[in-house]
């Protein structure tokens, strides 16, 4: 049987001849800032949550996953189990039979990253962000509220995409102007009159 930890000594003055008892350990966990016998790596505290199919969450899922197990279970077919049961149904179905053979580990994060992880499926993500907002149904300031923050974060991220232009497309524009109220429209009608030039959705945005 292996020898258990003793408690490691106080730094400073050597009190090996002092016989005065050993005051009782702490409860709960410690440890030693200084290392020693009993020092042991910590399991990371983080969960991972499923991963839905929406790309935008893929990049931090696979990054998450990856820190967790790969490390402790490399090389262990437990890898694949883990790695189907924290992706959804939709998911699932779309991998398809590479779930179906534990040695597929490496060739269903290929999968993943062809159908999740491309620039282009990100941005037309950003795009179906923007057209995908609600119609405003009435004009409280809580709807509204809403509606200015979902359409100012998709304007954010699509400006930062290859389909940027869409910003400046007409159609877009009236794709939004179309969600607004009848009296945000009018009031929007005025501005573009006022502007004497074609207004986009950035200038919804503002």
């Known amino acids: 049987m292996p020898p258990t930890c003793s408690p490691c000594p106080p730094l400073g003055d050597d009190t090996s001849s002092d016989t005065t008892p050993e005051p009782p350990p702490a409860t709960g966990t410690s440890n030693h800032s200084h290392g020693g016998c009993c020092s042991r790596p910590r399991t990371p505290s983080f969960t991972i949550q499923p991963f839905d199919g929406n790309p935008k969450n893929y ?16 090389g262990s077919p437990a890898l694949l189990f883990m790695l189907e049961d924290l992706l959804s149904k939709e998911v699932r179905n779309e991998i398809g039979e590479c779930l179906a053979d534990e040695a597929m580990y490496s060739v269903v994060w290929e999968r993943l990253d062809a159908v999740y992880g491309r620039t282009e499926v990100m941005d037309q993500t950003y795009l179906d962000d923007l057209l995908q907002i609600p119609p405003l149904k009435n004009q409280d300031a809580a709807s509204l509220k809403t509606f200015a923050n979902r359409l100012h974060g998709a304007v954010v991220t699509l400006s930062q995409s290859r389909y940027a232009h869409e910003l400046h497309s007409r159609t ?31 200038d919804l945005d503002d």
């Open 172 to 202: 877009t524009l009236m794709a939004m102007e179309a969600k607004l109220t009848t009296y945000l429209k009018d009031k929007w009608n005025e501005k573009r009159k006022r502007a004497g030039a074609e207004l986009n959705v950035l």
């Open 59 to 74: 990049a931090r899922f696979k990054a998450k996953f990856r820190a967790l197990y790969e490390n402790e279970y490399n």
